[in-house]
């Protein structure tokens, strides 16, 4: 059975940057395309960013410029490097495949954006 574990998340100031990661249990070669969601205090999760297995990337208009996403396959994790966050990008972030099953879905880690 396949488990996500995402980390990195944390309390940064506007403007800084953040790195999170997700480590799969098992080869997320097999997934295909990858993504990393969040959801919000009172919102639905959204995607904000996806990566195929060949590595193409897609990104949400709210983070495009400022989040990259990337993946390891040979270590089984997927990043997503965050800079220039804003107290919008508040949120708990996912790691999921693209589109999402719902049966991997981890805890997530909660990124907060404050002065």
């Known amino acids: 059975q396949v488990q996500l574990v995402e980390s990195g998340g944390g309390l940064v100031q506007p403007g800084g940057s953040l790195r999170l990661s997700c480590a799969a249990s098992g080869t997320i070669f097999r997934f295909g395309a990858m993504g990393w969601y969040r959801q919000a205090p009172g919102k639905q999760r959204e995607l904000v960013a996806a990566?195929?297995?060949?590595?193409?990337?897609n990104y949400a208009d709210s983070v495009k410029g400022r989040f990259t996403i990337s993946r390891d396959n040979a270590k089984n994790t997927v990043a997503l490097q965050m800079n220039s966050l804003k107290p919008e990008d508040t949120a708990v972030y996912y790691c999921?495949?693209?589109?999402?099953?719902?049966?991997?879905w981890g805890q997530g880690t909660q990124v907060t954006v404050s002065s």
């Open positions: 990566i195929t297995g060949g590595g193409r990337t």
């Open positions: 999921n495949r693209d589109p999402a099953t719902q049966g991997y």
